[in-house]
T-cell receptor, first 115, second 115 residues
Framework: DAMVIQNPRYQVTQFGKPVTLSCSQT?????MYWYQQKSSQAPKLLFH???????NEADTPDNFQSRRPNTSFCFLDIRSPGLGDAAMYLC??????????????FGPGTRLTVL | AQKVTQAQTEISVVEKEDVTLDCVYE???????LFWYKQPPSGELVFLIR??????QNEISGRYSWNFQKSTSSFNFTITASQVVDSAVYFC????????????FGPGTSLSVIP
């Protein structure tokens, strides 16, 4: 089945130790998104790629970086995780019509714990 | 500016009761899309429905139904004969012709169905 896959599902890291979360998709969608979701809150968009075109949200900390080496894969790098970065990280994809018409499809998420 | 309001933070119902989740939106776009997502305790955001601004027909899918009213800027979601498996956080979301590839999420409503 076509889908959005995230690995790992659970990640534990230490304060300040870099961590990378991965996302892959078999939908062949143009757009890939990374969201951060903290408990009892809505998902918060960190950034998204339209093909290789990177779009950062204005309030995304520099500590968060992303790479998209090809259409199928996208990575979230947290350079120096702090306790406040503990959250669920959700990857999503959409076709990318640019007119707000497209549904976003989400992966199962990676729950990050920072010790 | 675009905004989605879900005034009900938490709802509890007894199994087999009907429940309606409210969603009110604000947008200046002429063409826009409304979505509902379900987030069970596992964390994955599951797409339920997309409705465009030109289609005010109500939608029914099994026990789920949606009522879209442009006059009141509302897109409410009703679950008939609720079941324990319906326990989740439900998010209403909005995108429009000026959103490009992004959606605006409401704060979510946490639904608990008690056996």
């Amino acid at each position: 089945d076509a889908m959005v896959i995230q690995n790992p599902r659970y990640q534990v890291t230490q304060f300040g130790k870099p961590v990378t979360l991965s996302c892959s998709q078999t939908l062949n969608h143009n757009v890939m998104y990374w969201y951060q979701q903290k408990s009892s809150q809505a998902p918060k968009l960190l950034f998204h790629y339209y093909d290789k075109d990177f779009n950062n949200e204005a309030d995304t900390p520099d500590n968060f970086q992303s790479r998209r080496p090809n259409t199928s894969f996208c990575f979230l790098d947290i350079r120096s995780p702090g306790l406040g970065d503990a959250a669920m990280y959700l990857c999503a994809t959409s076709r990318g019509s640019g007119r707000g018409t497209d549904t976003q499809y989400f992966g199962p998420g990676t729950r990050l714990t920072v010790l | 500016a675009q905004k989605v309001t879900q005034a009900q933070t938490e709802i509890s119902v007894v199994e087999k009761e009907d429940v309606t989740l409210d969603c009110v939106y604000e947008t200046r776009d002429t063409t826009y899309y409304l979505f509902w997502y379900k987030q069970p305790p596992s964390g994955e955001l599951v797409f339920l429905i997309r409705r465009n601004s030109f289609d005010e027909q109500n939608e029914i899918s099994g026990r789920y139904s949606w009522n879209f009213q442009k006059s009141t800027s509302s897109f409410n979601f009703t679950i008939t004969a609720s079941q324990v498996v319906d326990s989740a956080v439900y998010f209403c979301a909005l995108s429009g012709e000026t959103s490009y590839d992004k959606v605006i999420f409401g704060p979510g409503t946490s639904l608990s169905v008690i056996p």
